[in-house]
């Protein structure tokens, strides 16, 4: 099936125990797709300013990334983002945020962008992912995420978002705050009181929570020692589920299960160096690979 | 095979956001032997004050626990403990801690009992753990805890025991405290270079990690919103593991898994109710019936 993203594209200057990568790739859009390719060709709905960097470009037209709705707009300038991780890198610091392009209007869907059956809409102000979602027509299966600025100011718009999607992928902290519960199931089941069909809460190292109509199935993260930039964990996440589901057409709860398996092995991959200079290492094989000795991890019999 | 724990004994006040449980029995060998005896006899290992009230004796012998090993000291008092759980009942707040008859020279290792196959040292002074073993003869299997108060104060003594041990379970703040290390596999490989075959790091709500010769293995808490009273849920875990672990003689890697799946699962039942209320209520049904459950939400086909 047809995969879209929209979400930011950015300029990253990330400092971690490992050292420091400046003005290097970022953005929810960018970590999604390079996950998410591994997997299903990915549509990329988002604006850049005039100083996107010709190399980001190329980087991006690696993979098969359809660029036919990257916005350059004139005159704008892109998003960066400066953060570090210290210690044990559970969160990132942001030392500065310029929204630039992510402030003015959001990006359009092409033409031939408008038929496509999974959508993933990646942060950002819940009337823009209104709007995109507005601009599409038969979506088969559409999932958000959103932040605690919008929980926090945007809330009865976020809560019509959540009721017009199939699904949400949210980290733990978030989805606390938007639901007021603090026990994960009790969470989860509000989440789906907001309209979505299945809600997956994620919880970094942890793993990640998934709720059906069917109850609650856990997936601990891929155990790892090698974590050189958590940045990306969460997109990579969500773009190695959606990338899965949209290879196999299956919206099953069990089929999610299986692609959240995949989500994870992605987002054990992008924290193993910067931006996602290890995703362009890695191929479909080694996903696989790593997806075979998670399950035989997981397997109880 | 016959399954040993030494422990503590006490008498716990206990408050949660669901009200407060006055002097009724806890300990780290009573929440250990509730969970066991639901796959295995336990021979317990402990000591009691005067004070003891018989109504607690007669729990004990509710279920297949010897107590053989329980001596009741003259003229000393039972350790008492006083503790409070706000909000998401994370941690405990200790209000109060009598260590009475604790404080004095350890419990003896019945005759009967030095034959002893499986045994579980609870957390206790590590040369008291030392002195435990040596009064044992033939052990296949020897697994201990421990707490931060050893490992600040007597961590020579502590990592001697870890030398004398097959397995560690521990939980994660005391794990990364003995080893230095933060990202838990390398914590686990450090333990496992003291001295066990297997560790097994608790991760309270968010499961266990399980690192082997083999290699890691995480096994998430079975998901439940139904928590009362988080006392005990580590000891019913290491219950829950050791008593199956006993009941079916198999210590390999693939086993032990099977085994913390069970000990999950205790622990998932302890937590409903005050004390080792549920423990009271609960059949080897109701935990097979769970535990298949727990299987189903981990299996990823």
């Known amino acids: 099936m047809s995969l ?26 960018v970590n999604f797709a390079f996950a998410a390719t591994l997997f299903s060709p990915v549509r990329l709905v988002g604006v850049v300013g005039e100083d996107f960097p010709d190399a980001f470009r190329t980087t991006l037209s690696k993979r098969e990334i359809d660029l036919a709705g990257l916005e350059t707009r004139k005159g ?7 953060a570090k991780y210290e210690g044990a ?17 959001g990006p359009k ?5 408008a038929d496509s059956e999974v959508v993933f809409l990646a942060n950002t102000h819940p009337k823009l992912q209104q709007e995109l979602l507005g601009q599409l ?31 949400v992928i949210i980290n733990d902290g978030e989805a606390r705050q938007l639901t007021q519960k603090h026990n994960l199931i009790d969470v989860a089941e509000v989440l789906l009181s907001y309209g979505p069909k299945f ?13 059906t109509a069917d109850g609650p199935s856990v997936i601990p993260a891929y155990p790892t020692s090698r974590v050189v930039d958590p940045t990306g964990a969460g997109d990579s996440f969500a773009g190695g589920t959606l990338g899965y589901l949209s290879h196999s057409g299956d919206f099953s709860p069990a089929n999610i299960k299986r692609a959240i398996v995949r989500g994870t092995v992605c987002a054990s991959f992008v924290i193993e ?15 696989d690979d790593r997806v075979n000795k998670f399950c035989e991890m997981l397997r109880v019999d």
Do not use: Q, Y
């Open 4 to 29: 879209l993203v929209t979400g930011s594209i950015g300029i990253d200057t990330v400092t971690t125990p490992h050292g420091t990568a400046n003005d290097v790739l970022g953005g929810t859009a």
């Open 76 to 82: 704008s300038k892109t998003f960066r983002w400066t």
């Open 89 to 105: 890198m559970a969160e990132a610091e942001t030392l500065g945020v310029d929204l630039n392009v992510l402030a003015e209007h």
């Open 109 to 113: 869907v092409p033409a031939d962008f």
């Open 137 to 167: 027509a038969g979506t088969k299966l559409t999932v958000c995420d959103t932040m605690n600025l919008w929980i926090a100011n945007e809330r009865d718009e976020l809560l019509r978002t959540l009721s017009m999607v199939d699904g």
């Open 199 to 211: 809600a997956v809460v994620k919880k970094g190292e942890h793993g990640a929570l998934l709720m």
């Open 273 to 287: 160096d910067f931006s996602i200079n290890r995703m362009l290492e890695i191929k479909r094989k080694d996903v």
